[in-house]
C-alpha cells in the first residue's frame, strides 16, 4: 500500500517558533514549509525579527518554544547540541560579509570547508567572478562588492543544498546590488539550490526569490508568490512595497 508523505519535497519545515529576548516577544507563532529548490525571500519592516528568526533556524540562538525540521528530521534547538550534520548541508552569507580580516581571500573561502582541494577553492571563486589576480589579497583591500563575492563564494565552497542570505545586497551602490543579485540568480540556477534571502531591496526581490514571507509585528503576516506579493492589497505590505519600488520619488522632491 502507497502512503502519501507530507514531508516529501519539503526542504525545511518551521513550526510554531516562538522567540523572546528578556520577556519581550520577538516571534510569535511562526509557522512556514520550504519546497525543495524553492527561492524563498524574507522581508519585513527593521526590527520585525527576520535576523533572529534566521539565527534560530540555524541553531545559533535558542528557541523559546518550537521546532525545525530539515529533510523531515528534526534539528537540535542549539548550535552546542548540534551534530554538525546538518551545517554540511547549508551556506550561510553573512550580513556585511562577516570575513576574517586576517585570512587571505582563498583562506577565507576555504574556512568552511578544511579537507578542501585548491581546485574547489577556485572554482567558487570562479562562480562569483572574482578576478583570479586578487585572490590572495585580505579583505580589508577589496570593496563591500567584492567582499560580498567572497562571502558567497565561500558559502558555496561545499556545494550546499540550502544557501541562507542575509541582506546580500545591503550597503551596495545600486549598479553593484544588481550585479550580485544576477549572481545569486545564476547561482541559483546552477546549483539549484533551496535559497532563503532576508532582503530589503524590494526592487532586486524578483531576481532574488519566487515566493515572499513577510514579518511584521512578530508573526508571519503575509505569504505567497512574489507577483502576488508586489500588488498584494494587504496594506502594509503594499506600503512597504510602495516605499521600497517609489519611482516616482525622485521627481516630486525635485
Ligand atoms: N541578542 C538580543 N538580545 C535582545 N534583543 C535582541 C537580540 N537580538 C535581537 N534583538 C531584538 O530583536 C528585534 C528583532 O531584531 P532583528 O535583528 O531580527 O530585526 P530585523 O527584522 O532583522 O531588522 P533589520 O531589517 O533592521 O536588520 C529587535 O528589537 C532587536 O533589538
Known sequence: MFFDNPMAGITFSVKNIYKSFNDICILKNISFDIQDQQTVALVGPSGAGKSVLFRCILGLCSLDCGDVFFKGRKLPSSIVNNSGKFFKDIGVVFQHSALFDGMSVRENVAFSFPKHSAYAVDEALDQVQ???LHRNTYPSALSGGMRRRV???????????????????????????????LLIQQIQNIYKVTCITITHDILRLPLLAKRVLFLSDQQLL????????????????????????QQDFLSSIR
Open 151 to 181: 562571502s558567497i563564494a565561500r558559502a558555496i565552497v561545499r556545494k550546499p543544498n540550502i544557501l541562507f542570505l542575509d541582506e546580500p545586497t545591503a550597503g551596495l551602490d545600486p549598479v553593484a546590488s544588481h550585479t550580485i543579485s
Open 222 to 245: 503575509w505569504q505567497g508568490k512574489i507577483d502576488d506579493f508586489l500588488c498584494t492589497s494587504v496594506e502594509e505590505v503594499r506600503n512597504f512595497v510602495h516605499f521600497g519600488t
Open 130 to 132: 572574482f578576478p583570479a
